[in-house]
């Protein structure tokens, strides 16, 4: 269930603050940092088409990147930001952290939900109601899944799909502790009218 781990390019970013971040821009690259792991941050440049390539293909902030620094080291690291520009929402920054494939973190991952026609409900003309398309999880950084999967089969209109009734990875946890709500199966709007 778990992703082959992308690669990402970078170079080191000589120089740190407002100057060095405009010049990197200037040259085409966006600029970003890699923190954590009780080592020193680490300014680096990344190229600012490769980088929208790879933020348009999505889910970028609940992917762990094999990050090789051109010089420098390689690691493993999960994006904890990206700033963007207010006016053209284009990428201006990007943080990374390092961890370890052991280390637990949290992240939010995509809700799939199959076997629609398998599903009274649905069938009837009920209409599921996503509440949380994402779910924000604890996982192990070397097993991230790339989604967790809920089964209708057999729901009916009227019922309420929780946490509580997916079955999760191993090792993965949701950070909330109550049992909250993903979906639900609504009746059609005709049918609720009528009663």
Known sequence: MAREIPDLQ??????????????ARREGNVPGIIYGDGKEPTPINLNYNYLLKRLRQG???????????????????????VQRDVVKDLPTHVDFMRIHDESRINLFI????????ASPGLKRGGTLTVVRPEVELEVVAGDIP??????????????????????????VKPTIAR????????????LAASE
């Not at 889910?59 to 690691?75: A, D, I, M, S, Y």
């Not at 790339?146 to 209109?157: E, F, M, P, R, S």
């Not at 979906?183 to 059609?188: C, E, L, V």
Request: net charge negative.
């Open 59 to 81: 889910r970028f902030l609940q992917t762990l990147f094999n990050l090789k620094v051109e010089g420098g080291e390689e690691v493993h690291v999960i994006c904890r930001g």
């Open 10 to 23: 970078a170079v080191v970013r000589t120089g740190t603050g407002k100057g060095a971040a405009r010049q």
């Open 110 to 117: 995509h809700v799939t939900f199959e076997n629609h026609e």
């Open 146 to 171: 790339d989604h967790i999967t809920v089964d209708l089969t057999g729901k009916q209109i009227g019922d309420v799909i929780h946490i509580n009734d997916v079955t999760l990875p191993n090792g």
């Open 179 to 190: 049992n909250f709500v993903i979906a639900n199966i609504a009746a059609p709007s005709g």
